[in-house]
């Protein structure tokens, strides 16, 4: 009897080797190296790395044009994050924690898609035909060229595929479907692999628009090798804050489009709705002045948000005192306490300092830096500042204020929502056209920043 080939696979990198080791020579992790068995390669057979179509090569210059179609999904936000729409033929993966709402998203999208392009057809291994239905209804996603299918066989869904012709293809999720020629349990590496293969080959050969859902282990990757994420055209997360309604949807790879844009929805009753001004979301009320408190604007992927960063100073019960941060590099508020201590002369170093950023974003530019040193001076200080003031500006070690990217979209966000002074670093001040309503004042030290926010 003919001796059964196996190796041995990384389900953390992929990595893959013919003798067992405990910890991975790809990524060295201990005991990710799991056993499996090696299929003889059928001649001419269904390998997907196979090219679909075999050509010769040719001129880059005589590459037919093809003209780049786009799909709107009825989602604004999603459309964005995709780079301007669905390409038909992608193969687009959507990871996301076990609830966040990935399948309320496609289930949403998909009945859009169906509306306007034709027959959608939504996998789902996870839900009856019944639980969608009853979901669907919800969401007010009854539309009759939506098809359900619960199937967990990859095989089935394909004779699908070639009956229906669907103009896009959704499975829910890649974890719950399998290959029946692969003997590993679904959700292994092989099958993840293997039916990400055969739905590649699938999307590219008829043009289809494929859609795939993924759920992501709690070390962050998505669940099966991250070789999932190298085999895909796009890899978009949902993400949220577990206290908070809101979801982003943000690129992590795009072949089609920038990585930088973010999508934002809220999770309501009747599903997920897009949030077109972030600013309104992130910026509760504020009509009175309190201390430790500075809005700044911003930027998530192009556009602008304005949100609310708190800081709370107080004299520390301990010997070194304590420094939290959420929403915000901890690194970079420590910066800014040095910067102040050092070149305004606030003495913080006995100072618990608590920063946070309201509604659970994360601001990860520099362009947030003034806002920061005046909510914490503020809070320092007990000395409130304006709630009509927005703050825009890098802070450099000299204490200096340093230009940032972008500015007549930060004011024209910032103008939208009532604000009526603007502190700006000078740098971008002498080639600004500040928006009616709203007045402009040039800094060019965090001192002199001090001073407008707290005597001007
Ligand atoms: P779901 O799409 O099933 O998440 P995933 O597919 O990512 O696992 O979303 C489930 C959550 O969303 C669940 O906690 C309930 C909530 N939800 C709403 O708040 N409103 C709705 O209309 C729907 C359909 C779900
Ligand atoms: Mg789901």
């Not at 997907?48 to 210059?61: C, E, F, G, K, N």
Request: glycine share 10%; hydrophobic share 40%; net charge neutral.
């Amino acid at each position: 009897m003919a001796k059964v080939k196996t190796r041995y696979v990384c389900h953390g990198c992929g990595y893959q080797t013919v003798k067992f080791f405990g910890r991975c020579p790809g990524c060295g992790e201990w005991g990710t190296l799991l056993e499996e068995a090696i299929e003889e390669p059928t001649p001419g057979g269904r390998g997907w790395l196979r090219p679909a179509h075999r050509s010769d090569p040719v001129p880059i210059t005589e590459v037919p044009a093809a003209c780049e179609e786009r799909w709107p999904t009825g989602f604004g936000e999603l459309d964005r994050v995709l780079g301007g729409g669905l390409v038909p033929g992608s193969l687009v993966l959507i990871g996301g924690d076990p609830g966040i709402g990935k399948s309320t998203l496609l289930l949403q999208a998909s009945a859009q898609i169906a509306q306007a392009r034709g027959p959608v057809l939504y996998v789902s291994g996870e839900e009856s035909s019944r639980q969608i239905h009853l979901r669907a209804r919800r969401l007010k996603a009854m539309e009759p060229s939506l098809l359900v299918l619960p199937e967990t066989d990859l095989s089935a869904v394909e004779r699908a595929v070639e009956r229906i012709d669907p103009r896009c293809l959704v499975i829910d999720s890649i974890q719950t479907v399998h290959d029946p020629d692969v003997s590993s349990a679904p959700g292994s590496v092989a099958q993840v692999r293997e039916c990400t293969g055969r739905l590649l080959r699938l999307a590219k050969e008829r043009e289809l628009a494929t859609l795939i859902v993924g759920h992501v282990t709690k070390e962050g990757a998505i669940a099966g090798p991250r070789l999932l994420e190298h085999m895909v055209d796009a890899v978009v997360y949902f993400e949220g804050a577990r206290h908070h309604t809101y979801r982003i949807l943000r690129a992590v790879k795009n072949r089609f489009g920038s990585t930088n844009e973010i999508g934002i929805f809220e999770m309501r009753d009747g599903g997920l709705r897009e949030v077109h001004n972030p600013s309104e979301l992130f910026l509760p009320d504020r009509q009175i002045a309190s201390t430790g408190s500075a809005v700044v604007a911003g930027l998530e992927g192009t556009r602008p948000i304005l949100v609310e960063i708190q800081a709370l100073v107080a004299d520390s019960g301990y010997a070194v005192p304590r420094r939290t941060a959420s929403g915000i590099d901890v690194q970079r508020v420590a910066l800014m306490l040095a910067v102040l201590e050092k070149r305004c002369g606030l003495y913080l170093r006995n100072q618990d300092t608590y920063v946070n950023v309201a509604g659970g974003v994360r601001l990860d530019e520099p362009a947030v830096d003034l806002g920061l040193a005046v909510s914490l001076a503020s809070s320092f200080r007990d000395r409130p500042v304006s709630p009509r003031d927005v703050y825009i500006g890098e802070v450099g070690l000299t204490g200096e204020i340093r230009t940032v990217s972008r500015m007549e979209q930060r004011l024209g966000e910032a103008v939208k929502l009532g604000f009526q002074r603007c502190i700006v670093p000078a740098g971008n001040a002498r080639e600004l056209h500040g928006p009616p309503g709203m007045e402009i004042i040039a800094v060019e030290t965090v001192e002199a920043a001090f001073k407008a926010a707290f005597e001007g």
